[in-house]
């Protein structure tokens, strides 16, 4: 089966950088796109960025300029570098897939979640 794994939360004061890992348990070009959703306290989750397996990316309004999301194909990787970090950034950090198994397509692949939380 297909797991995500997120890796590379924790504390930061505001101003500050953290770059999330999500490692793939098979090949990230098998996925149509993957990307980074969030979820605060008491809100919706929301997607933060996204790339697909050509290469382009999108991301929230709230975080452009701010968080860039990459991958390395080699690896089984995707990236989010965040950086400028502001308190309204702490949330639960979601990997997430999509992408065909076993026949059934758009299916959709999460992780289980990093903490990053932004205070002083």
């Known amino acids: 089966q297909v797991q995500l794994v997120e890796s590379g939360g924790g504390l930061v004061q505001p101003g500050g950088s953290l770059r999330l890992s999500c490692a793939a348990s098979r090949s990230i070009f098998s996925f149509d796109v993957m990307g980074w959703y969030r979820q605060a306290p008491g809100k919706q989750r929301e997607l933060v960025a996204a790339i697909t397996s050509g290469g382009s990316t999108d991301s929230a309004d709230s975080v452009k300029g701010r968080f860039t999301i990459s991958r390395d194909n080699a690896k089984n990787m995707v990236y989010l570098q965040m950086n400028s970090l502001k308190p309204e950034d702490t949330a639960v950090y979601y990997c997430?897939?999509?992408?065909?198994?076993?026949?059934?397509?758009?299916?959709?692949?999460w992780g289980k979640g990093t903490l990053v939380t932004v205070s002083s």
């Open positions: 997430h897939a999509r992408g065909d198994e076993s026949g059934v397509k758009n299916m959709n692949y």
